[in-house]
């Protein structure tokens, strides 16, 4: 009877082989004719391989000793074969990892910097409508008393001239009479 540590043990030798051949679990799983999720699921050692997939490990990949795939005995590749990647040198996965990263924080980095862009136009806007607005209150004749904005009335804003990016926007405040449409 296999204990769970020869399936543990089996599992991290099959990560080992993906390893060595480097593939990952979609590429392994084609190679020897199984399923991705059964190659994660022996891998990771929450199942024990059937019989027929050592058997198709071994066919898929010649030269791939069943004793190391068994127990660990020897070499996996005792003619030579398939070695594990030098420390220094990264898996393609990692570099195209790597490449989608660090572009998405470019494109991350643009769009900061658009809005930042935006953030300080729409201050300087703002800054120059609160100058337009001290300056025509400043020309107002504020002795006379202005009617109050009563229920039903509303407050409007909307620009004259010039457009939205324009430091000489110019604006009107209305009061206009709201209209209801229930009976």
Partial sequence: ?????????????????????????TEFADKVGT???????????????????LESICNAFPGLSKDWLMSGLGEAFPDGGPKAPSPMAKPKADDYLMEKLNALERSWRADI????????????????????????????????????????????????????NDASLTASLTVRESVSLVG
Avoid: C, H
Wanted: proline share 4%; net charge negative.
């Fill in 113 to 164: 910097d658009e809005k930042n862009e935006i953030i300080k136009d729409l201050r300087y806007i703002v800054d120059n409508l609160k100058d337009q607005l001290n300056t025509a209150l400043g020309k107002l004749d504020l002795s006379e008393e202005m009617p109050p904005v009563s229920e039903g009335r509303i407050l409007e804003f909307r620009p004259v001239s010039g457009n939205q």
């Fill in 1 to 25: 009877m296999e204990s769970t540590s020869d399936r543990q043990e089996i599992g991290k030798r099959i990560s080992e082989l993906m390893f060595m051949l480097d593939l990952n679990q």
């Fill in 35 to 53: 399923t991705q999720t059964t190659v994660r699921n022996v891998s990771k050692s929450l199942t024990k391989p059937r019989y027929e997939l």
